[in-house]
């Protein structure tokens, strides 16, 4: 085993360098929900998750056999000589050592399958930063626990497939590698064979190690992958801009790295005075603030995104599952009903009419000038309920009489017959909560721009010498507040208001399940720290008459 480590570690190295086995491809800040059981087999039936499975395969083999060559005995060699009746010998099949393998084989394979579904390559981020010494050391007794009981299962779970399908490899190594069976000996596909204690302890140990290493890997990359980053909100020469902060920002990938400058951002907005200064200054020469108008308008424009997609959700629900069609020169955009998206487009002019316009109500109607097409996976809702799936619903709906099936005869025959089947059901039925939890999968950076907004414009009242921030001050407020209008709404709906129980005794990360309340809970602070520090300032602020209303509540505090 020492010595297959320099290999190993080389060609670990070498398929590094491919995008098919680098981690950055792989590790995501955004969890995967698979809101149905159908969309759920889809992930587990990826051409790379079956690449990935087969890879943990071949390396669970690999460490299978460096443990039977290190246990030794009965386990050391894959064939023997057997003597015979007639005084010959022959080589037999060692089905000790292949049993080994095979269970090698078994748990990586259950390692692969069980990373989809409990989301093992999703990474969060710690909300109170430790040194990485002290993370690993928490991490550590969790890791044992997970490793020996997970082990267990997949030996337990091993041996009744061996027992029912242990022939099988049996019969195929026999036949490749031209080797025999021994009669004399019992089997161990059956129950004799696999009372063994001294086997079943062999293979939970190597499972265990096994798990172990994965394990610890994970949580070494999880904690070096996360740890604190600080951009430099300006650079000095040109060659660095594409390290500043700002730009960082606006990055779409790797999205680990727009995360961690997210964080930072939070951060520097609430413990560094300094890096403040540095947003609020003003290019020279030119006096213009393009560092705060890169970073606010990014942030606006990713909750400006969130907010759409709420009020998709709630309209595609107003409509049991149907998105609204929009007649196309029906509707245009009026000065006193502007979308959701006005307001961060014209950041970087500092003129303070700029502001951003709702309808009496954002869930009266669709985004203006947003095209609508219906929402496909991950809003899969059940069939009886307002959440029920377009697909599922088209099965038992009346034909349309512009649809290219209306008026033929097998259309209806075939969508009945595919509602009533109980297996269709139960693969396109929606899982509970899992369009919500969808929703609000990449909230972890909303919150962060919640928070760096906030603590800025908070700051700015005291730090702000050249006014920036007072000229995007209506258009934040006004995207914070149709934002919390959005979450109220959504928040009334089925399943979104319940808290799942986190599960504790897993390596797969849990935290995505609650990102919905903490970012609730970060928005309606955000407001409040604005409303607390600025107070009856606000009100010489121009904006809506409904804005203004949802706005007073928050100075009395009523919200």
Known sequence: AVLLLGPITAALVILGRFSLFHPIQTISVIPTIACSKIALLGQLLHPRQLVNSAVHCVMGIVVAWCCAITIGGRYETLGYTCPQSDGSSQMCLNEYHLILLLAGAFVGLSYSLLGVIHNMNYISFHTVQQYKYLRFKGALPLVVKCSATQALYSIRNFIVVYFFLGYIPKAWFCKTLNLYLNSSVHPLDSIAGLLDLSLVYHLWISASFLLFTWHITLVLFRIFV?????????????????????????????????????????????????????????????????????????????????????VAYHDTVATNGRAKSLSTGSERKTSSETSVTSGTED????????????????????????????????????????????????????????????????????????????????LFNKLPEASSQALFAD?????????????????S???????????????????????????????????????????????????????????RATLKTAIYRITTTFGDHLNAIQMSAEHRKRLQQFLEYKE
Not at 402 to 426: D, E
Not at 445 to 458: K, R
Not at 490 to 500: E, I, V
Request: aromatic content about 8%; overall charge positive; charged content about 15%.
């Open 226 to 310: 996360t740890e604190l980053y600080s951009f430099p909100v300006q650079s000095s020469f040109t060659e660095d801009a594409h390290q500043c902060l700002a730009k960082v920002l606006n990055e779409k990938q790797p999205m680990i790295l727009k995360f961690l400058a997210l964080q930072d951002l939070a951060l520097l907005s609430q413990h560094s005075p300094s890096r403040r200064c540095q947003v609020f200054s003003l290019s020279q020469p030119g006096g213009h603030p393009h560092n705060w108008n890169a970073i606010s308008k990014e942030c606006l424009s990713m909750l400006t995104d969130l907010t759409q997609r709420l």
């Open 347 to 426: 950041l970087m002019s500092p003129r303070p009419t700029l502001l951003m316009k709702t309808p009496a109500s954002v869930f009266a109607r669709s985004v203006v000038g947003t095209p609508r097409t219906p929402l496909t996976a991950p809003f899969t809702p059940d069939l009886d309920s307002p959440f029920a799936s377009p697909a599922l619903r088209r099965l038992t709906a009346p034909v349309e009489q512009c649809s290219p099936w209306f008026g033929t005869v097998q259309s209806p025959h075939v969508k009945n017959f595919l509602a009533k089947r109980v297996l269709i059901m139960y």
């Open 443 to 459: 909230s972890q950076a909303h919150i962060w721009a919640l928070e760096g907004l906030s603590y800025l414009v908070q700051a």
């Open 461 to 519: 009242f005291s730090e702000d010498q050249f006014g920036v921030v007072q000229t995007a001050l209506p258009s934040i407020l006004s995207c914070m507040l149709v934002l919390q209008e959005a979450v109220d709404r959504h928040f009334k709906l089925p399943h979104a208001s319940s808290k799942p129980v986190r599960s504790t005794g897993s390596m797969g990360d849990s935290t995505h399940k609650t990102l919905r309340f903490a970012l």
